[in-house]
Structures are given as structure tokens and as C-alpha cells.
């Protein structure tokens, strides 16, 4: 395996930036992080870049088409094979996604197509959900509605607020998504679709027959 370069896009506090972080050094991810893109100024995921490049280009008053192409020009600067979003709080336009077409991905803290957008912990305990978990999907046009690479499950208590229901599903957001991006280095996953065909993954044939179930 060749270890891809990846350019990773953050707007907040950075926990999985971090986790990419540690899994690139650990060799799990089968890359390297090669630039931390942000279009917040004081951004913490920026603190966390130590030794990556770490560019700030701010998107207030920007229109989409010229920001995008700003960021196209700092990816390619980079040679990124993948871009990474990490909590980036910006839609990507259509200009961004036809560049990177199949080689972006997002993770989303709730199971796709349920809540897309944004509060979506809060979202899943004031529908009454009894699970939630994240999403690892590749980015189209659409708010979050792209091909599903991968999703973790955890259960919704009836005692969750939005800060500990999140805190649960933050945990596997850290673990899955240096899982997707090692298959994608690693040239298991193929869109076909809406669908993304990961090789050697369990088949219906031979995976245990488990369930998450609650209560
Ligand atoms: C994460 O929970 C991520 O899934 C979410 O923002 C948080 C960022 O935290 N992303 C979205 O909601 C994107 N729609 P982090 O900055 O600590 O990684």
C-alpha cells in the first residue's frame, strides 16, 4: 500500500483531526496528513497541527464559487489525494466536489439519512430515537447525502441530553473514521451508485447475526 496524502478541513475544537493525527503516527491510517485547512481564524483544531502545515483561509464574505476555488489552489498546493473534512462547518460547492469527486469524505454524528445538517444530537434525543451513532460518507452537492463508506450504532438512554449522547458517538467518530481512510488507501472501497462496495468486507453469508437493541 502507498500511503496517500491527506489534506484535512476543520472549523472547531479538532478532536478528530486528533485522531487522525494519531492514527497517521501510529501507521493505521495509511497516510499522511499533509495540510489542516481552516476557515476560522482561532480554530483549536489549528493548535493540534503541530508539524503539519496549518493554513487559514477565512470565509467571511466570500461567495462559494471563490472561496472553493481558493480552497481547490491550497489543496492542490499540497497534492492531497484525499481531503478530510473534520467538523468543517462550510457546505462545499459543486466546483469542490466535481475536483475532488469521490475523494472527499465527512463524518457526520448521527446515522445518515437520519438527521443531516447541523445540532443533530439533539435532533436524535428530542425525536425519541433509541439509536443514533456516525457516519463516514464521501461528499456530493447534497447536505450531507453522499455514498456511506461506513456507520457506528449506539444506543439513545432516556436520560441523554445532547452533550452526553454526543460525547457516546464522538468516541467511534474517532475510531471510524481513520478505519475509512485506511480502506480508501488501502483501494477497498468502490462507489457503485449510492453504494460503496468495500472489499473483504464481512458478506451477508458470513457475518454474525448481531444486533444493537434498546431497551
Ligand atoms: C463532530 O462531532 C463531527 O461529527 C461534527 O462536528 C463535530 C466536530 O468535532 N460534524 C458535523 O456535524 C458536520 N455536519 P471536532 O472538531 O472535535 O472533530
Not at 16 to 28: C, D, M, V, Y
Not at 33 to 60: F, H, K, T, Y
Not at 150 to 163: F, L, R, S, W
Amino acid at each position: 500500500m502507498t500511503p496517500i496524502a491527506l489534506g484535512v478541513l476543520a472549523s472547531g475544537r479538532g478532536s478528530n483531526l486528533q485522531a487522525l493525527i494519531e492514527a497517521a503516527h501510529s501507521g493505521r491510517l495509511g497516510g499522511e496528513i499533509v495540510a489542516v485547512v481552516s476557515n476560522v481564524e482561532d480554530a483549536p483544531a489549528l493548535q493540534r497541527a503541530r508539524g503539519i502545515p496549518a493554513v487559514v483561509i477565512p470565509s467571511r464574505g466570500l461567495d462559494r464559487e471563490v472561496y472553493d476555488r481558493m480552497l481547490i489552489d491550497e489543496i492542490r498546493k499540497h497534492r492531497s489525494d484525499l481531503v478530510c473534512l473534520a467538523g468543517f462547518m462550510r457546505l462545499l460547492g459543486a466546483e469542490f466536489v466535481a475536483a475532488y469527486r469521490n475523494r472527499i469524505m465527512n463524518i457526520h454524528p448521527a446515522l445518515l439519512p437520519a438527521f443531516p445538517g447541523l445540532h443533530v444530537q439533539r435532533k436524535a434525543v428530542d425525536y425519541g430515537v433509541k439509536v443514533s451513532g456516525c457516519t463516514v460518507h464521501f461528499v456530493d452537492e447534497g447536505t450531507d447525502t453522499g455514498p456511506i463508506i461506513i456507520q457506528a450504532a449506539v444506543p439513545v438512554y432516556d436520560d441523554d441530553t445532547e452533550e452526553t449522547l454526543a460525547a457516546r458517538i464522538l468516541r467511534h467518530e474517532h475510531r471510524i473514521y481513520p478505519q475509512a481512510i485506511r480502506l480508501f488507501a488501502e483501494g477497498r472501497l468502490q462507489v457503485q451508485g449510492r453504494r460503496v462496495i468495500c472489499w473483504g468486507a464481512p458478506t451477508a453469508g458470513e457475518a454474525p447475526p448481531v444486533a444493537l437493541v434498546n431497551p
